[in-house]
């Protein structure tokens, strides 16, 4: 899914979802788990919190799209394969630019493995993506 659809997309929902409970008083967005429950996003949901990813380590079936959502307020955020900074584990796997708080990143991961990335920006934040055929 493009990045442009699904901030629209996560815009349309936040609005849909101010007086269904979604989303937290200080935010308007959606949380990670609110957005899969929708059943409008097709794809594994990962947040980024100033703690890290949440949750650090998915296993989801190889052609399943993960999106990285921000949802630290304060600072952008920038998912990369390992190793940092050259990003090769995982050719493509690099959001190739910081993700804005609220922004979003998504990812096909088309190739059964064990995927370990970090945040380009703080590279002690880490998380894996274990993909199974």
Known sequence: MNNK??????SVVAL???GCGYGTPSSSAPAAGDIEKTGLVQGT???ISPQGFNPAAITVKKGTTVIFLNEDLGAP????????????????????EPISPGGSYSF???R???WRYHDHLNPSRAGTVIVTD
């Open 5 to 10: 659809i699904f901030v629209s997309l996560l």
């Open 16 to 18: 849909l979802g101010a």
């Open 45 to 47: 949901v990962v947040s």
């Open 77 to 96: 955020h920038q998912p990369a394969s390992n190793p940092h900074p050259i990003h090769t584990d995982y050719p493509g796997f690099d959001a190739g």
């Open 108 to 110: 096909p991961f088309n």
């Open 112 to 114: 059964a493995g064990i």
